[in-house]
């Protein structure tokens, strides 16, 4: 008997690795860590909505349900960088669950406390704890876990990967990251370290994957000075705007760098881009002189020659700085001719190439150069390490199991191909789904369960959830629109189908379509007059009507619009 308990607090007693976001959407990275009666939890990022399948979604978060069930659990959220795909659901996350002590760098913190500025999150700013928590900051044990920072190279300041003690071995959180030998601000990445846990022996190693798709070499930050510097001065005597991730730090202290050496002082435009701007040049990162910077409002008054903008609009965003001023909406700055526009980033994030064409279609009718990723080499450096900097990292470590993070499927395949290129087997590289997991036990890793998860909408200017249905009657909405039948109603309560009326809106157009609507109606009272037309269950009936009504356009025009059926008393 008492063999038994030992056996079955054992069971209970394993490591529980389970990625609930990050693994499939590359976005919304979130890594939940347990032991026991122990959780901590690694990263809690947004994803990026579809636009033409989510209409109105601004950002996608992870699935807290599970982390709700067992919020008695959890001891810590640590944050590796500062990229919304890594701390953007941090303020959501408290919502739901308040009190998590967060663990982080300065950097992380100054943006975090920059989003708890905001109205629906402002409760969040005394409540929340925040530890700093670098490279250069001691252990923390918190229950089963001894976690300590180490520092990795990012396309971001102060970027850290995890290494983590647990009852059944040591695991190496990696982050994202790349060997970059000429980062334009930072130190390389310091590899000895990173090989000194690997003499330690590494039980599980949890790396960044989106390159693994690339055999290209890893090209450095520092290239991009040379791009700067060689299209400023083929701008001279023009206006210069340039476009770039509003998290770029190290980018903008470059694009600033060039404007120095050309005589141009730096107007910075749009909500994203002046926070991230006014926390580096508070935390150092941009050191330069005050009168390097003028106002946006003053701007104008300046010979435009002069100037380097850098605005928000990377992605084509519609109310961006970018975007206003492609309308000839922005109060303070104006297009001007033969201007030249830079678009400094990655090319073709996910469905966003439409909207970014739109935008430059919009410039280039008025006039602008526009200079992007198709037509200019060197405009955008990954932030993340290709194939060859993963295998590096590998033989480093050297550990016993593997299982890649921040990937779609595709590239954790890329990813367990190249371990396997390289002597590991292919075995121990557990391609995690999200809400799947890893479970390890006497050292021994195996598959473990998987959790559902749901896609969780959200509307960033209510900041609250939307509801599948509503996304998904949107989508149809934007389809096919929408058709509504109204049957009156007498003071029995006896519905009068001859006497509907039908109103229909981005279906048809109903003045030409008189005989379709003839018919509908037609359909309408067969539907009633095969179920009678006096009853109390109305909910139940109004569904039957609806679904014969969608069986009969689709018949007649091959098309499913959102279908209303709608009771009034005469
Ligand atoms: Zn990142």
């Known amino acids: 008997m008492k063999e038994n308990i030992r056996s079955l607090g054992n069971i209970t ?20 860590y347990e032991y026991g009666d122990d959780i901590i939890i690694v990263d809690c990022g947004i994803g990026f909505p579809d636009i033409f399948e989510m209409p109105g979604v601004d950002i996608l978060i992870p699935d807290f349900s599970y982390l709700e069930k067992n919020s008695h659990k959890i ?59 670098n490279p250069t900051s001691g252990e923390v044990t918190l229950g089963n876990f001894t976690i300590k920072g180490f520092r990795v190279f990012h396309s971001i300041p102060e970027s850290q990967g995890f290494a983590i003690k647990t009852p059944e071995g040591l695991l190496l959180h990696m982050g994202e990251y790349k060997i970059d030998p000429k980062p334009a601000m930072e130190k390389p990445m310091n590899l000895g370290i990173i090989e000194n846990y690997g003499k330690q022996g590494v039980l599980c190693l949890l790396s960044d994957c989106l390159m693994a798709i690339s055999n290209k070499p890893t090209k450095s930050e520092s290239d991009l000075d040379k791009t700067y510097l060689g299209l400023f001065k083929k701008a001279e005597g023009r206006q210069l705007i340039v476009t770039m991730i509003s998290s770029s730090i190290s980018r903008m202290h470059q694009v600033i760098n060039a404007a120095v050496s050309c005589g141009r002082k730096v ?109 200019c080499d060197n405009l955008h450096v990954s932030g993340h390490g290709a194939r060859k900097d993963m295998e ?27 371990m396997g290129s390289i002597g590991f087997s292919k075995n121990n590289v557990f391609e995690c789904l999200e809400g799947g997991s890893v479970e390890f036990s006497g050292g021994i890793a195996k598959k473990g369960s998987r959790i559902e998860t749901q896609q969780v909408y959200i509307n960033t200017k209510t900041a609250s959830k939307i509801s599948s249905v509503v996304v998904d009657d949107r989508e149809k909405m934007s389809d096919s629109g929408i058709f509504v039948v109204v049957i009156p109603r007498d003071r029995s309560g006896r519905l009068l189908p001859n006497k509907s009326e039908i109103v229909t809106r981005g279906f048809i157009y109903v003045k030409d379509s008189k005989e379709l609507i003839r018919k509908a109606k037609k359909a309408v009272v067969k539907s009633i007059s095969k179920r009678g037309n006096k009853t109390k269950d109305w909910s139940s009936l109004r569904r039957r009507i609806e679904s014969d009504i969608q069986r009969f356009l689709y018949k007649e025009v091959g098309d499913s619009p959102v279908i209303i059926v709608h009771t009034v008393g005469l």
Do not use: C, W
């Open 75 to 133: 001891r810590g959220l640590f944050l590796t960088h500062g990229h919304e795909d890594h701390i953007g659901a941090v303020p959501y996350l408290l919502q739901r669950i308040p009190d998590i002590p967060i663990y982080s760098s300065g950097l992380v913190q100054e943006m975090l406390r920059s989003k708890f500025e905001e109205k629906s999150f402002n409760h969040l700013k005394e409540q929340t704890k925040l530890n700093l928590f």
């Open 13 to 32: 007693k394993k490591l529980i690795i389970r990625p609930i976001g990050g693994t499939e959407d590359v976005n919304k990275t979130l890594t939940v």
């Open 392 to 418: 590096r990292i590998a033989k480093l470590v050297n550990p016993k199991y593997f299982i890649p993070l921040g990937g779609s499927i595709t590239r954790m395949r890329a990813y367990r191909d190249a």
């Open 267 to 375: 107007v910075v435009s749009g909500r994203s881009v002046e926070h991230t701007f006014s926390i580096a040049r508070k935390l150092g990162y941009i050191s330069f002189p005050k009168d390097i910077f003028v106002p946006e409002k003053e701007a104008s008054k300046l010979p435009q020659e002069n100037l380097v903008y850098i605005l928000t609009g990377i992605y084509g965003q519609y109310s961006s700085s970018l975007g206003r001023l492609s309308r000839n909406e922005n109060r303070d700055i104006t297009l001007k001719k033969n201007a030249m526009v830079i678009f400094s980033g990655d090319p073709a994030p996910p469905g966003t190439d439409i909207t970014v064409e739109k935008l430059t279609d919009k410039l280039i009718l008025l006039d602008a150069e526009v200079i992007h990723g198709g037509v």
